[in-house]
């Protein structure tokens, strides 16, 4: 059962490469990377990279077991080289399961590598018991000046990461001409985990060349099946942070909840351009006479400003105005009432001349 579980996360990891080519396309092949594990603190971890096999060209696998309590702060320190003995001059792209990445660090005079995770509960397919293991997939990166060129990562994602406990994800490129950096997160109803994601400043000048826009992190917003759902995109001197915790369960479209229900659930998660005015529903059906809740965001983001919220029923022509009400800390507003009548109803936010996108809700 060990082994065929970790061709499963082996199998994983290698769709999540396959959407970083997809982001340059196929080309220059990955340099190899060689890695030794110089230190680790607590040193209660064992060696399990045999047991997942690399699945791409240049991939190099790491895993750990340990014995500490989840939840317990691990440090490695890893001496890297290039297998033709040059030195690394770039700090690797790294894909972290199994734990929660705290910091990330390289040393190119020392080739150390430094990583320090925090444990998290996380299930393998199938497990009813949490596994305590660490899996790290250290690539290089490669040089790209377009979409097109090269296998994997390019450059401007140097010293970026993914670290996560959803085992079935990968990442999808910036769509034609829109900045912006997605990915597609899949789950069964029930279970639960988290998605972080460190784009480096790099990067952003990179998508800034390509799109002939200026892009920084204060432009993204997160969105959800192209529905705009958060702003939680954090700044960190010109590079981002997206922190997504995601429960696989009955219909929600915000971060840090729900995300749909089905047998296996797949959402789009992309940061992108905020819209000048966003309006979501966070649960699309509901029964009647129970609560309903309309939310959004005024892209200025600024506090006290007056929102309007329009109301239509299917069938009817024209939008009515049944609410206002006052925009709070980053341009965040919401409307709550109580779904008194069985139908289909759209719902539009407007402030001064900008209106929202529809909002669907359907009370049965």
Same mark, same amino acid.
């Given at each position: 059962?060990?082994?065929?579980?970790?061709?499963?996360?082996?199998?994983?990891?290698?769709?999540?490469?396959?959407?970083?080519?997809?982001?340059?396309?196929?080309?220059?092949?990955?340099?190899?990377?060689?890695?030794?594990?110089?230190?680790?603190?607590?040193?209660?971890?064992?060696?399990?990279?045999?047991?997942?096999?690399?699945?791409?060209?240049?991939?190099?696998?790491?895993?750990?077991?340990?014995?500490?309590?989840?939840?317990?702060?691990?440090?490695?320190?890893?001496?890297?080289?290039? *297998?033709?003995?040059?030195?690394?001059?770039?700090?690797?792209?790294?894909?972290?399961?199994?734990?929660?990445?705290?910091?990330?660090?390289?040393?190119?005079?020392?080739?150390?590598?430094?990583?320090?995770?925090?444990?998290?509960?996380?299930?393998?397919?199938?497990?009813?018991?949490?596994?305590?293991?660490?899996?790290?997939?250290?690539?290089?990166?490669?040089?790209?000046?377009?979409?097109?060129?090269?296998?994997?990562?390019?450059?401007?994602?140097?010293?970026?990461?993914?670290?996560?406990?959803?085992?079935?994800?990968?990442?999808?490129?910036?769509?034609?001409?829109?900045?912006?950096?997605?990915?597609?997160?899949?789950?069964?109803?029930?279970?639960?985990?988290?998605?972080?994601?460190?784009?480096?400043?790099?990067?952003?000048?990179?998508?800034?060349?390509?799109?002939?826009?200026?892009?920084?992190?204060? *432009?993204?917003?997160?969105?959800? *099946?192209?529905?705009?759902?958060?702003?939680?995109?954090?700044?960190?001197?010109?590079?981002?942070?997206?922190?997504?915790?995601?429960?696989?369960?009955?219909?929600?479209?915000?971060?840090?909840?729900?995300?749909?229900?089905?047998?296996?659930?797949?959402?789009?998660?992309?940061?992108?351009?905020?819209?000048?005015?966003?309006?979501?529903?966070?649960?699309?059906?509901?029964?009647?006479?129970?609560?309903?809740?309309?939310?959004?965001?005024?892209?200025?983001?600024?506090?006290?400003?007056?929102?309007?919220?329009?109301?239509?029923?299917?069938?009817?022509?024209?939008?009515?105005?049944?609410?206002?009400?006052?925009?709070?800390?980053?341009?965040?507003?919401?409307?709550?009432?109580?779904?008194?009548?069985?139908?289909?109803?759209?719902?539009?936010?407007?402030?001064?001349?900008?209106?929202?996108?529809?909002?669907?809700?359907?009370?049965?």
């Amino acid at each position: 059962m060990k082994n065929k579980k970790y061709c499963y996360v082996g199998s994983v990891i290698f769709v999540l490469v396959l959407g970083f080519f997809a982001l340059v396309g196929p080309g220059k092949a990955f340099a190899a990377l060689q890695a030794t594990l110089s230190s680790a603190s607590p040193t209660d971890v064992t060696d399990i990279s045999d047991r997942i096999p690399a699945k791409t060209p240049g991939e190099l696998l790491k895993a750990y077991s340990y014995t500490s309590d989840i939840g317990t702060t691990y440090t490695f320190v890893f001496d890297l080289a290039n *297998d033709d003995g040059t030195p690394v001059t770039r700090q690797p792209f790294l894909i972290n399961v199994g734990s929660k990445v705290t910091a990330y660090t390289y040393d190119s005079t020392t080739q150390k590598l430094t990583i320090t995770v925090v444990t998290q509960i996380w299930y393998p397919p199938k497990a009813t018991n949490p596994e305590k293991e660490i899996v790290f997939v250290i690539l290089p990166t490669i040089e790209s000046t377009k979409p097109g060129e090269g296998e994997g990562p390019p450059h401007a994602m140097a010293g970026g990461y993914v670290s996560t406990t959803v085992l079935d994800f990968r990442i999808l490129p910036p769509e034609k001409g829109e900045p912006g950096f997605g990915l597609s997160l899949s789950g069964a109803p029930g279970t639960s985990g988290f998605f972080n994601m460190l784009m480096p400043k790099t990067m952003f000048d990179f998508m800034s060349q390509q799109t002939g826009k200026t892009i920084t992190p204060k *432009d993204l917003a997160i969105f959800i *099946d192209n529905q705009q759902a958060s702003v939680s995109v954090t700044d960190l001197n010109g590079a981002a942070f997206i922190d997504i915790t995601i429960t696989f369960s009955s219909g929600n479209t915000t971060t840090g909840a729900a995300l749909g229900m089905a047998a296996t659930v797949t959402k789009e998660i992309v940061a992108k351009e905020k819209l000048p005015l966003s309006l979501a529903v966070k649960k699309a059906t509901l029964k009647k006479n129970k609560k309903a809740k309309l939310y959004g965001w005024l892209e200025s983001g600024k506090k006290g400003k007056e929102v309007t919220i329009l109301k239509k029923k299917k069938g009817e022509k024209e939008f009515t105005k049944i609410a206002t009400v006052a925009t709070k800390k980053h341009g965040y507003f919401y409307y709550k009432f109580k779904a008194a009548e069985k139908g289909k109803y759209f719902y539009k936010a407007q402030f001064k001349k900008k209106k929202s996108s529809k909002a669907a809700l359907k009370v049965k």
